[in-house]
């Protein structure tokens, strides 16, 4: 129980820290994620903007982190934290 209570919030800082950075500076991460998501756009209509699909990754991490950090909903914080890191 200890360990949870200090592991959680130590894992969760990590993509806190990573969603603040990509919702403040997405063209940092727009010319790693754009291979991807010009696979992906060929498939599945996406938005032309890629920095707003990079801050939307960057809010999802940050809302995951933040439900992992405080133990709400920890497998739905877990699954999103999962799908958060396929475009990084």
Known sequence: MLVR????PMLAAMFVVGG????RRPAAK???AAPLL???GS???LPA???TLVRANGAAMLAG???LATGRMPRVASTLLAGSLVPN
Do not use: F, M, Y
């Open 43 to 45: 498939v599945v209509p």
């Open 49 to 51: 903007d890629q920095a």
């Open 65 to 67: 982190g933040a439900l």
């Open 38 to 40: 010009d696979a992906v």
């Open 5 to 8: 209570r200090i592991a959680r």
């Open 20 to 23: 603040l950075s990509q919702l």
């Open 30 to 32: 727009v010319a790693t």
